[in-house]
């Protein structure tokens, strides 16, 4: 005990608690702030309903349902069709917002260019018309995520790890800005 | 040995302490709240070392070449002072012993003589017997006590021995005591003779009234028929 009482002991100690806290805790509170980030990209908040993730998995599920749709007429290997399974493919293995951005715009364009094809298929009418509302679909739910407060979030995040003692705090405790969904 | 006035080291634990628990409220990233928390830490370190009293803790003496100019005195004083620490240690081991309490007086008288020496450097002549004998003696019967209360034992020998130096250590501190004192013989006349030409200046210019005579008088009684306190 009695070199608790030594005054750079103390000092020691203090200055342990300090930089502890600062990059213990401040580093705990800085990846709160990124996980709410990543809640408001996979969930939405309160505050902003919006949730991008949502919408991906919309885009998705009238892709599959094309792509089940095409399958009556064609291969499964058909070149036709080739395209958009990639893309579908790569939508789900996208890691990151950059990513998904990327792909669902692939995906979407996809679509597009499939329903634009649908005459070569000789497909019925309900079909090419099912088509058709899956574009208008898909189109409204990119118009969501332009919608979505997302990206004003991210940056928030990213502009705070750039200042002081942020970017102390994340060099050291491996904190990596958003991505950007665009 | 000396008396050292310590400041509390609470205030400083007290600094990280407010640190965490302000850190656990607010995100502790944000340059505001560093500053903020640098200011709250700041103001309740005052506050709590205002509170917590600075604690006195004896502290042994530390040596310092002394040079008073003349080489005796400097001397004297270097030596005397190591002999000082060397008390100190023995007083240390022999804490709870019959001798403990002369032990401590004698260090304190010889840290006193030493400090008059380092004053009046002069008079360091007048110390030669007691720097060059008794001082080393009475260092020499001490650690002869230690060393034989160390034993733990109780024999014929060891007692008679032991009661030997504890009789001793009497005499010494009385020896001490007087050596100090003769330190002050010159200082002691110079006063006398001060207050007597003040006295004989005062009659003289007729500026004694009767208190002052009165006093005058005690101050006559103080010193015998050659000035000297009796």
């Known amino acids: 005990m009695a070199i608790l009482n030594n005054k750079i002991t103390a000092i020691i100690i203090t200055v342990l608690f300090i930089l502890m806290s600062i990059f213990i805790i401040g580093g705990n509170n800085l990846i709160s702030l990124k996980s709410n980030v990543n809640t408001q990209f996979e969930e939405g908040t309160y505050a902003s309903p919006v949730s991008i993730q949502s919408q991906i998995d919309r885009i998705l599920g009238q892709a599959n349902n094309m792509l089940l749709i095409s399958r009556r007429y064609v291969d499964n290997e058909d070149e036709i069709i080739l395209p958009l399974i990639i893309a579908i493919e790569n939508l789900n293995n996208a890691e990151n917002a950059q990513e998904k951005y990327k792909y669902t715009n692939e995906l979407v364009a996809e679509i597009e260019s499939l329903n634009n094809q649908a005459h070569i298929l000789n497909m019925s009418e309900r079909d090419i018309n099912y088509f058709q509302s899956i574009e208008v679909n898909v189109t409204s739910y990119n118009r969501i995520i332009s919608n979505s407060d997302y990206n004003l979030v991210a940056t928030n995040f990213n502009n705070e790890l750039t200042k002081f003692p942020a970017n102390i705090i994340s060099l050291v405790r491996g904190i990596k800005p958003a991505y950007i969904y665009g | ?230």
């Open chain 2, 1 to 230: 040995m000396e008396e050292k006035v310590v400041k509390s080291v609470i205030p400083i634990y007290a600094i990280g302490i407010i640190w965490v628990i302000y850190s656990l409220i607010f995100s502790m990233y944000t340059i505001g709240n560093l500053i903020t928390a640098s200011i709250i830490c700041l103001i309740g370190y005052v506050v709590i070392s205002n509170i917590i009293p600075d604690k006195t803790i004896m502290v042994e003496k530390i040596i310092t070449p002394v040079n008073t100019g003349n080489e005796l005195a400097n001397q004297y004083i270097n030596n005397g002072y190591k002999s000082a620490k060397e008390i100190s240690k023995i007083s240390k081991k022999l804490k709870n012993t019959n001798i403990a309490s002369q032990v401590l007086y004698i260090e304190s008288t010889l840290n006193k003589i030493l400090d008059f020496i380092t004053k009046y450097p002069d008079k360091a002549r007048t110390l030669r017997t007691f720097m060059d004998y008794y001082l080393p003696t009475t260092i020499k019967l001490l650690n002869n006590y230690e060393h034989l209360n160390s034993q733990g034992l109780s024999g014929e020998n060891i007692d008679v021995a032991l009661n030997k130096i504890d009789n001793v250590m009497h005499v010494m501190t009385e020896a001490f005591t007087k050596q100090l004192d003769s330190l002050f013989e010159d200082k002691t006349l110079d006063i006398l003779a001060e207050v007597s030409v003040l006295k004989d200046i005062l009659k003289r210019e007729g500026l004694t009234s009767s208190d002052t005579n009165i006093n005058i008088k005690e101050i006559d009684k103080m010193g015998d028929s050659n000035g000297y306190i009796k």
